[in-house]
């Protein structure tokens, strides 16, 4: 019985032990060592990208004076033309009441300019006799000249709406280039039926014209930001379709009224591009344009990283180290930032070592002893 009551008191002494080892082996955890990083002085940029596209200055649209049919068209897309090139022939097409008006205002004319000749013909031998007076007669006179007049212009009214103008007997009517530059666009085919511009219609536009060399980047900014921008400041435009090639450009234009898009406000920007001679900037290209907000140069900064917040101030803060392992908390004043380095006001200097808090562990791979003895 003693024996058997040793064997117990022994094996609840090996089991305390064992239990005892496995409880300070698990629960032990190696001590964590931070490490530390000082202020610098460096440069730093708030810059904001605005998104577009490059499109010329000033389009053109040429328009049609008078309504046809297409005849022919004698540019294509992407011309080079100057101001009075031919660009289209329209062919008039009257229209029936129009017609019917300007013949009817022709006979008229020819009636009435009959009875006013009758008039003259009759006084002009009585004024011969000296039976009227020069006043009578100039009153008589005057009515026949304005009867002439009246039928010429009934005509030349008729010649227009037939064939579109006076200058000839062929019922065509040229549309030429208004400006000099690059066909963009020619919307139209021969035989399309063409409008012309009016008080009550646009008309049919035949082709758009621009002056590629002048280009200008049309972009839009955030709310939050579009209070820092002024006009004249620098951007840096860059092209998706010429990629590694930065265009200098000045801002020129700001919108005063934003324009809701997805839930947010968004203003309109222009600015003037200066283009390269060696690349060749279609209309239309999207476009980014870099806008530096403001910079400093030679301030002392920290990595955004280091920076801590307290949760009742939400005011920044960093802990300096004031021995091995030992760090005091300092208040701070920051500045301008790019999302890297935070500019340092206040509350620390070159030579104080920052702990970098938010160090993350490696994952330590458990053994399969400790696996098992997990399992068990």
Do not use: H
Request: aromatic content about 6%.
């Amino acid at each position: 019985m003693k024996i058997l009551k040793y064997l117990f008191i022994a094996f609840l002494i090996l089991g305390g032990l064992f239990a005892a080892g496995y409880f300070i082996k698990s629960n032990s955890k190696s001590p964590v060592t931070y490490k530390t990083e000082k202020a610098f002085i460096a440069s730093i940029e708030d810059k904001t990208v605005a998104t577009g596209k490059v499109v010329p200055e000033e389009e053109v649209e040429v328009k049609p004076q008078v309504s046809g049919i297409i005849e022919k068209i004698y540019v294509e897309e992407g011309d080079d033309i100057k101001t009075g090139d031919l660009i289209a022939k329209v062919k008039v097409v009257p229209n029936e009441q129009s017609l019917n008006s300007a013949r009817g205002r022709v006979q008229n004319a020819k009636i009435s300019l009959a009875n006013a000749e009758q008039d003259y013909d009759r006084n002009k031998a009585l004024f011969d006799k000296g039976v009227i007076s020069t006043k009578d007669f100039q009153t008589v006179k005057l009515a026949y000249d304005q009867g002439q007049q009246e039928v010429k212009n009934a005509l030349n009214d008729l010649q227009i709406i037939r064939q579109g103008s006076t200058g000839g007997a062929q019922a065509i009517t040229n549309i030429r280039a208004s400006v000099s530059g690059t066909v963009l666009e020619i919307p139209v085919e021969e035989g399309d039926q063409v409008i012309q511009s009016n008080n009550f219609n646009d008309g049919t536009t035949v082709a758009t014209i621009a002056d590629l060399n002048k280009m200008i980047f049309e972009g839009k900014v955030d709310e939050s930001e579009v209070g820092k921008l002024k006009v004249g400041m620098p951007l840096a435009v860059s092209l998706g379709a010429i990629q590694g090639k930065e265009f200098d450009a000045k801002l020129k234009f700001i919108a005063p009224k934003g324009n809701e898009e997805q839930g947010a406000v968004q203003f309109k920007i222009e600015g003037d591009v200066y283009l390269d001679k060696d690349f060749f900037v279609r209309a239309g290209y999207s476009a980014n344009a870099s806008i530096v907000l403001e910079k400093k140069d030679s301030i002392l900064v920290i990595k955004e990283a280091l920076l801590q917040f307290d949760k009742e101030t939400e005011q920044p803060y960093v802990e300096i180290k004031t021995g091995d392992q030992k760090f005091e908390k300092k208040d701070i004043k920051i500045g301008l930032s790019d999302g890297i380095n935070v500019e340092i006001v206040s509350g620390i200097t070159e030579q104080d070592e920052i702990k970098v808090w938010n160090k993350t562990e490696p994952v330590k791979k458990k053994s399969k002893e400790e696996e098992n003895e997990e399992e068990e």
